[in-house]
């Protein structure tokens, strides 16, 4: 059950002015901000402080399990059915290299995909968003807006909607 939205959100129409807004929020000991951008731009991942994704563990995860199975496969297989040619051995490691590294890139791309959908899904139940219909239907940030949404407590939403004013927002919106 997703919690109530209670703080403030903005429309910026510069860059900088979203980025030293938001480092200033985080000054503040605020740490939960989303931002919404037209395109993306690392000068916002500088100003949330770098956060780090955990979608490459799920890559590394798929590729260990991709060549798992691949091993397993190999080997079951020629000893199930033995095909003895000359001296040469019956599992032999350098043909194994394509069929591993194929099977490790394909394990790696599903739960890449499935560690993003996962991840998602988490952040969303632990984050409110606003609720009111203004927020859900403007689409400015899609096309030529900054916006930073940021969820807080009632006494610390006047002390957002200041710093927001001080890095000039076009728009402040509260939400309680």
């Known amino acids: 059950m997703k919690k109530e939205f209670s703080g403030v959100w903005a ?3 510069f860059l900088d002015d979203m980025c030293f807004s938001i480092k200033e929020i985080r000054k503040q000991g605020i740490e939960k901000i989303t931002t919404h951008t037209p395109c993306p731009r690392h000068e916002i991942e500088h100003a949330l402080g770098n956060p780090q994704s955990r979608v490459p563990f799920f890559t590394l995860f798929g590729m260990f399990v991709g060549i798992g ?3 397993l496969l ?8 033995i095909l003895p040619v000359s001296g040469k ?14 099977l490790g890139v394909i394990m790696a791309i599903y739960c890449t995909v499935l560690g ?3 991840l998602i899904l988490r952040d969303t139940k632990k984050h409110s968003f606003p609720t009111s219909d203004k927020y859900k239907n403007y689409d400015r940030f899609m096309n030529d807006r900054f916006g930073v949404v940021v969820p807080c407590s009632k006494n610390e939403v006047d002390k957002v909607v200041e710093i927001f004013k001080k890095y000039q927002a076009e728009e402040v919106n509260r939400e309680a």
Do not use: Q
Not at 74 to 81: A, E, F, K, R, V
Not at 89 to 102: K, Q, R
């Open 74 to 81: 190999i080997i079951t297989m020629t000893l199930d059915w």
């Open 89 to 102: 051995p019956v599992v032999s490691v350098p043909v194994m290299g394509p069929i591993l590294f194929e």
């Open 116 to 118: 993003m959908v996962l």
């Open 11 to 13: 429309t910026f129409e």
């Open 69 to 71: 199975i691949g091993i």
